[in-house]
């Protein structure tokens, strides 16, 4: 038996991948996900019928602040419609987490890792007509990598922060011509990618406009997407027209977005044919949808890894690596896998945090299996005599739409082994403060819906990336900073993938299933695009009218 | 009269300072930080944390932030949302215009129709129509109006089509608001195929809603119409040879409908707790669900103001009916 480093280096690492595990998981709950393509032909511009509404219903994904520029987090669909980044979600037939080229027509990164060349496509233009060049992407880029830029607005940067560091790890960014933007680094980088991917292209004389935002029409002009912004309403819909001049053929005449805060409501919109697209069903109505509705699922690959995290336990004896791994054989794991999960959207995981796709990913390890009997013996090993155990989590966690339920299941299968486990539902708000303050002895986190590993590894390991920052396991925290200033993808991943042995032999974090994202689609849409990034476009989409 | 109205004034900044004041330290009382979640929430470092509590005040003891807030507030400042990012007045601008139509159309809907089945039952006692209306009042008191809602939902929209589920106008309809209240901005602009949208729109939740103000009409309605129709200055008229009718509606219902002013007194503020509900199921972006956000963000200054108004509405609404008794009733003016 080996303890996990000091107890309180461990409980204060945990206690970030809590963050993470929160942090990545409650935006994801809307049509984020990796992978596959709804219907077939893979979405090729010539194939698609042109014309019809999409209209897209889910529970919770229109944003109050929606105004805010170019600090808009990654979950906004709605707005990646309206603005693209230099890059975007892979569509088509990828099923990878891969990127595409959005804006941008190319990318290069000089040899030491710190200079990246973006290059851009020729001909596009914003809403109001006006050229998207290199000036108005410097203009953007830098407000989202300088703090004092003119046209920072009050948002949080979060892809910034947490991808690129805070302050970020930006030394300039530059027009080198109208079709070409530099953007140099104070510390190598193999690939920036995602965090370009998230910040989102408006057009800068609409965003220095002392209106901007204030309504609708000031809106209209400020996007470089396929779709032009025609109304809103915060929290409620949006509503989009195809823009003509996008530089792709945009199929769909108009888009709706309708928020529906009730998820029974959300399914009955979706039964009477309200929507065409809807994400955020109880489990219940999305099986049965997609059995007798008349509703095929569009599932990706998995996307997120449901874990179970002991954050801060009480009770010493849950750093005993004996009870950790008791915890992983009691859980009935393959059983959640069947029950709490939209069908066929789970698989039993084998390694936590990351999923297959995912640079660290290690293939051909083997899940454990459930085994009371064998959780038993460890727990008497260990001297563990009815150890107390609370999981806390939120009323609501994607893609798990019964949380309660899991938690409950779990808590069942711990008393089996002799834990007294019980369980404590805290509103969203209430339990990431009570994470926060080191208060939640274990949680279920499910991180996720995100392509640049560092992200995952980070945020799990030791919170926002911070240049110089001291880390928390010694181990972990040097294979990290090494694979950050790695200058080969090949020497990133294998530092990355020891970091993931180290997890799954000293039983950090307990795996629970690999989920995949899944949304229900009526038989007038085809081709919609779910990718992990989060950035998909559904300029190909085919609505039959 | 006078006195009753000044009376009301004089408790009406008391009152309403002791809601805020609940609001506020309820809401304090729960665990949640909005400066973090502000600040990108478990991404943020803790400069960019502290910046931002800094920035909304929030660094500031309780008692220092309310009398901030009082003091704004009585001067028609009641702060930035958090979420919304944009002044609460703007806010609640947007939202209590839907609310106001909703909790209007229930009350138009459910009173009259409550009141009709109350005397009907009165009238005839253990009838069907008494029994129907006693199941009726049952039901509006004890069936929670989100089940209602998704049971009409279910019916009305699903499986027979005859109206929208969602929302308030259909996708792509444009109305130049005016009031805000869009069956009416459709009617004042004369936009007869929006006024039609908007109204059938605004059915499905008004009829869930309704329920409540029917169900407790006809309770009231039943009972004092029972009561009236048994004295002595009722027999008096039968025994004259007075019409059934006459005698209910010229004489009875004069007294047995003054009670009734009491209990719309009382609906109105309670309608608005049903609308948090039912405008979560029927996607309406009115004050119960703004409420209802805000208290799960903790946005702080949208929650005490909705509480604010909500306040503000009781006391209206009480003031209101104790001016109507004393227009309706001259014994009370007497006293």
Known sequence: MTAVSSGVERREFLRRAGMLGVGLSLPSGLLAACGSDAGSGAGTTGGGTRGGVLSIGATDWLPPDFFLGNSLGPWLLGMSQMAWGLFRGGGGSGRGFELQNGLASGYEVSPDGLVHTVRLRRGMVFHDGSPIDADAVVANLKAAFFARDPLRDRGTYVQVIITLGSPPIVRSVEAVDPHTVRITLTEARVDIRVALAFLLIFNPKVLANKDYGTDVQALRDAGSGPFRLTNWQAKSFMELERFDRFFEDVLPDRVRLQGIPDAGALALAARGGEISVVSGLAKSDFDSLSRTGGHRIVASDPAVNVDLVLSKPKDPIFDDERVRRAILLAMDRQAYTDRFFNSGSAQLSSEPIIVDGIPGFVPGLQAAPHDTTAARALMAQAGAKSPKLTIAGPTAQAPVSDFKALMEAIAADLGAIGIDASVDVQDPTAFSDALDHGRVEAFVSAPGGQADPFILFDLFYRGPYMPGATHTVPSIARNLDAAHKARTAGERDRLLQQVMRDTVDRQLVLPISWVAYSVLADGKVTDFPLTCTQLDSWHRVSVST | ?335
């Open chain 2, 1 to 335: 009269m006078t006195r009753t109205l000044l009376h009301r004034l004089a408790v009406l900044p008391i009152l309403l300072v002791g809601v805020t004041l609940l609001a506020f330290l309820l809401l304090h009382a729960v665990p949640g930080d909005p400066a973090r979640a502000l600040a990108g929430g478990r991404y943020a470092t803790p400069q960019q944390i502290e910046q931002t509590r800094h920035q909304y005040g929030l660094d500031r003891s309780l008692p220092v932030q309310y009398e901030r807030y009082v003091g704004n507030a009585v001067q028609g400042d009641l702060g930035q949302s958090f979420a919304f990012q944009k002044p609460v007045t703007k806010v609640l601008g947007e939202r209590i215009p839907p609310t106001v139509e909703l909790v209007g159309a229930a009350l138009l809907l459910g009173v009259p129709i409550g009141l009709l089945l109350g005397i009907a039952a009165a009238r005839r006692r253990d009838s069907w129509a008494d029994h129907l209306t006693t199941l009726l009042s049952l039901a509006g008191v004890s069936i929670p109006l989100f089940w209602l809602g998704l049971m009409l939902a279910w019916l009305v929209s699903v499986k027979l089509g005859w109206l929208p589920l969602s929302g308030r106008l259909s996708p792509f309809q444009s109305l130049q608001s005016i009031t805000g209240i869009d069956v009416l901005d459709a009617l004042l602009r004369g936009q007869w195929s929006t006024f039609w949208d908007a109204l059938r729109h605004l059915a499905l939740p008004a009829i869930t809603l309704s329920l409540v103000p029917l169900a407790f009409a006809a309770r009231f309605a039943r009972a004092s119409f029972i009561e009236v129709l048994g004295q002595d200055y009722v027999r008096t008229a039968r025994a004259y040879g007075i019409g059934e009718r006459e005698i209910v509606w010229r004489h009875a219902a004069k007294n047995a409908l003054l009670p009734l002013v009491t209990v719309l007194g009382i609906i109105a503020p309670a309608l608005l707790v049903g609308a948090v509900l039912c405008e979560a199921v029927f996607a309406w972006p009115g004050l119960g669900s703004l409420l209802l956000g805000a208290m799960q963000a903790r946005d702080y200054a949208v929650v005490q103001s909705v509480m604010l108004v909500m306040g503000l509405l009781f006391v209206v609404s009480t003031a209101l009916v104790d001016l109507s008794y004393a227009l309706l009733d001259p014994r009370t003016r007497r006293a």
